[in-house]
């Protein structure tokens, strides 16, 4: 079975970064991208990036250019995201999200599993 | 391509047949559109893909429709377990990838 697990939820300062990871479990980690997904409270999904595990190629969504760095390590089947320079704005719920089995191989970007998401508060 | 819902808000009864609507800004090829489910303090949960194709183990009374710009997601009896908030997204494009802004199903 699948599972990607998250790191626990963290409170950071605005100007602080914040790493967030995500191992996953349960199936051949190179063979699916994993993308992250945020939502702010009480509001809806924004995508963020993907990222290939296989290669690390990435895409970012052109509202987080400069702030974001997707990652992995693929000796301990992890993906991480880093947020630099946070905002209040950034107080979210983060989640990682696995490829869809009838999409690997493929630019099909649609999730058929998720972590169980980490809350990132960002206050002075 | 922008993704627009509609309703924001269902309120409905168990038996009842609910749609919801997901338009698109732009055409979506090759119907790739999902709809997901995610309850209160929960991620979300794949529903469909590739506009009507059902995720395996999701119950049959989901199903989906659509092309181009214009998409629905039908539950044909609501049951007390589909009370919770459903997603459109597009992957025609994930340039960016877009989310549609969620429909709430209430009880009514």
């Known amino acids: 079975e699948v599972h990607l697990v998250q790191s626990g939820a963290e409170v950071k300062k605005p100007g602080e970064s914040l790493k967030i990871s995500c191992k996953a479990s349960g199936y051949t980690f190179t063979n699916s991208w994993i993308g992250w997904v945020r939502q702010m409270p009480a509001k809806g999904l924004e995508w963020m990036g993907i990222?290939?595990?296989?290669?690390?190629?990435?895409r970012y969504s052109a509202s987080l250019q400069g702030q974001i760095t997707m990652s992995v390590d693929k000796s301990i089947n992890t993906a991480y995201l880093q947020l630099n320079n946070l905002k209040a704005s950034d107080t979210a719920v983060y989640y990682c999200?696995?490829?869809?089995?009838?999409?690997?191989?493929?630019?099909?970007?649609?999730?058929?599993?998720w972590g169980q998401g980490t809350l990132v508060t960002v206050s002075s | 391509i922008q993704m627009t819902q509609s309703p924001s808000t269902l309120s409905a009864s168990v038996g009842d047949r609910v749609t919801i609507t997901c338009r698109a800004s732009?055409?979506?090829?090759?119907?790739?559109l999902a709809w997901y489910q995610q309850k209160p303090g929960k991620a979300p949960s794949l529903l469909l893909y590739k506009a009507s194709t059902l995720e395996s183990g999701v119950p049959s009374r989901f199903s989906g429709s659509g092309s181009g710009t214009e998409f629905t997601l039908t539950i044909s009896s609501l049951q007390p377990d589909d009370f919770a908030t459903y997603y459109c997204q597009q992957y025609n494009s994930y340039s960016p990838l877009t989310f549609g802004g969620g429909t709430k199903v209430d009880i009514k």
């Open positions: 990222i290939n595990p296989a290669d690390s190629d990435f």
């Open positions: 999200a696995r490829q869809h089995d009838s999409a690997s191989g493929a630019y099909l970007f649609y999730f058929g599993a």
């Open positions: 732009h055409t979506i090829t090759n119907n790739w």
